[in-house]
Every structure is written in structure tokens, then in C-alpha cells.
């Protein structure tokens, strides 16, 4: 079965540094999204991704976050500037061909800020 | 502001028993309700969802109940297994939206 990938499965950092968070998306999806979850609180929007470029962010997702699609099949996410507060694990996600509909998602990063 | 709220936060059950979850949504423009299940290490996945245009959905001993004029949802795992021991997260979303609205999830555990 088809499944997101995604690189690191842990990233340490101390705060203030960039991090880049990695996915490699389902083949054949057109919609693709972060989301991510602070322990033992719910999974929270960041952002989602539609024919290169952002078609929805949240209040999370300020300037300090961006994404990309370099190469047609990574998708990243950047943060510039981490801080205490962005330690999460951090989820990548890809649908076919409906917008949120049958998310498909990957283990997960998770970042943890000193 | 919590646009779905997911109860009880945990629950415990025999095995062979019912577990039963609920949400509660505010938003009328919802109109698309998956639940997602989560094993320790990985992602959500994808269980089962539903429309409002039917108040039940089965897919094995899974059950998805819709009402609409309450704007509740709830899932039922009848014989519940070992193998079903997991987080169960809600959601909800307009269907021309691209943001799912998770609720907080709900750890089962089921007792051999």
C-alpha cells in the first residue's frame, strides 16, 4: 500500500535555529498538508498545498513557517526560527483528488526545541 | 475556540465490548465527519466518515451515528478487540474546505 514518508523521525535543535522538515507525498496526490500535535493535545491545521502554492494556513503557520515542493515529489516545512513552543510531532499528509477527503498520513517528525 | 469537542478523553472496555465515542460540532457548514485511529508512533489513519445526508454509517465493527439537529456524531466499535487499542480522533470539515478540525481524541483500551 502507498504511504507518506517522512525524514527525520526526530530532529533535536536548540532554539532560534532553522529546521526542515521532510515528506515525500503519495505519487499520485495533488493535495498535500501539515499538520501537527503537541503531546497529548489535539492535531492541529498548519497548512495546506495545492498546485504550488498554499491554499490554506492557520493562525499557527505565521512568517517563521514556510513550505515547498522543490522537485514534484519532497514537500517540506521550514522553520526559520524554532522556539520552545514548536516542539510538536510534526505530521505531512497527501489526498488524491479531494480537497480533505481521505488524508493519507506519515509517522511523523518530532521536534523538539532546547 | 473548539469547533469539535470529543468525549470521554479515555475509556477502558472488555474485549468483546462496545466502546462508544462522541463529538459535538458548532459549525453548520460542516458537512464532512471522518474518524481517524492512531497507534502509538503513527500518523492518523483513516477509519471511516461520513455525510450528513444519512444518520448511520457501518463498515465492519465500525459505526459511525449522525444527527444532524444536534450536530453530534458519534463512533461505535461493537466486539471490541485487543487490536483496537488506539487513540480514535474526530474531525469534521466543509467539504470545499482544505483544513480538517480535529477533536482531542479519545485513548480506548481494550481488556483481553
Known amino acids: 500500500e502507498p504511504e507518506v514518508t517522512q525524514t527525520p523521525s526526530h530532529q533535536v535543535t536548540q532554539m532560534g535555529q532553522e529546521v526542515i522538515l521532510r515528506c515525500v507525498p503519495i505519487?499520485?496526490?495533488?493535495?498535500f498538508y501539515w499538520y501537527r500535535q503537541i503531546l497529548g493535545q489535539k492535531v492541529e491545521f498548519l497548512v495546506s498545498?495545492?498546485?504550488?502554492?498554499?491554499?490554506?494556513k492557520s493562525e499557527i503557520f505565521d512568517d517563521q513557517f514556510s513550505v515547498e515542493r522543490p522537485d514534484g515529489s519532497n514537500f517540506t516545512l521550514k522553520i526559520r526560527s524554532t522556539k520552545l513552543e514548536d516542539s510538536a510531532m510534526y505530521f505531512c499528509?497527501?489526498?488524491?483528488?479531494?480537497?480533505?477527503?481521505?488524508?493519507?498520513f506519515g509517522s511523523g517528525t518530532q521536534l523538539s526545541v532546547l | 475556540q473548539q469547533q469539535v469537542k470529543q468525549s470521554p478523553q479515555s475509556l477502558i472496555v472488555q474485549k468483546g465490548g462496545i466502546s462508544i465515542i462522541n463529538c459535538a460540532y458548532e459549525?453548520?457548514?460542516?458537512?464532512?465527519f471522518p474518524w481517524y485511529q492512531q497507534f502509538p508512533g503513527k500518523g492518523p489513519a483513516l477509519l471511516i466518515a461520513?455525510?450528513?445526508?444519512?444518520s448511520e454509517k457501518k463498515e465492519g465493527r465500525f459505526t459511525i451515528s449522525f444527527n444532524k439537529s444536534a450536530k453530534q456524531f458519534s463512533l461505535h466499535i461493537m466486539d471490541s478487540q485487543p487490536g483496537d487499542s488506539a487513540t480514535y480522533f474526530c474531525?469534521?470539515?466543509?467539504?470545499?474546505?482544505?483544513?480538517?478540525?480535529f477533536g482531542a481524541g479519545t485513548t480506548v483500551t481494550v481488556r483481553a
Open positions: 474531525a469534521a470539515s466543509p467539504t470545499n474546505d482544505y483544513k480538517l478540525s
Open positions: 499528509a497527501s489526498s488524491g483528488t479531494h480537497r480533505n477527503e481521505k488524508l493519507f
Open positions: 459549525n453548520t457548514a460542516f458537512d464532512y
Open positions: 498545498f495545492y498546485n504550488n502554492e498554499i491554499s490554506e
Open positions: 505519487s499520485n496526490h495533488l493535495y
Open positions: 461520513i455525510r450528513p445526508d444519512v
